[in-house]
């Protein structure tokens, strides 16, 4: 089992940043792949971006390449999201999730996090 924990959403100008951060617990929640997706209202949750168990391979969506880094750190059991050059477009709940494998789909990931509101004002 895997706990999954986000935080860091909040408001913010368009243009802006922020930094989204999801605690995992779990004994051997550093050896799962992590991804961020988000979801708007009246909208599927779509992916955003993707990190294997090590950090050594990321995936993101075409939206966000270029604006958002995805990282991790397994001493800290934490994966982050920095989100810079912020659209009122990314508006969301952006949530955390874990898998052995990892990938862009949803369907993918056996573990999610409770969400995080991320509301960009023009």
């Known amino acids: 089992q895997v706990q999954l924990v986000e935080s860091g959403g909040g408001l913010v100008l368009a243009g802006g940043s922020l930094r989204l951060s999801c605690a995992a617990s779990?004994?051997?929640?550093?050896?799962?792949?992590m991804a961020w997706f988000r979801q708007a209202p009246g909208k599927e949750r779509e992916f955003v971006a993707s990190?294997?168990?090590?950090?050594?391979?990321?995936g993101y969506a075409d939206f966000v390449k270029g604006r958002f880094t995805i990282s991790r750190d397994n001493a800290k059991n934490t994966v982050y999201l920095q989100m810079n050059s912020l659209k009122p477009e990314d508006t969301a709940v952006y949530y955390c999730?874990?898998?052995?494998?990892?990938?862009?789909?949803?369907?993918?990931?056996?573990?999610w996090g409770q969400g995080t509101q991320v509301s960009v004002s023009s």
């Open positions: 990190i294997s168990w090590s950090g050594g391979s990321t």
């Open positions: 999730a874990a898998d052995r494998t990892g990938g862009s789909s949803r369907y993918e990931y056996d573990y």
């Open positions: 779990g004994r051997t929640a550093s050896n799962y792949a």
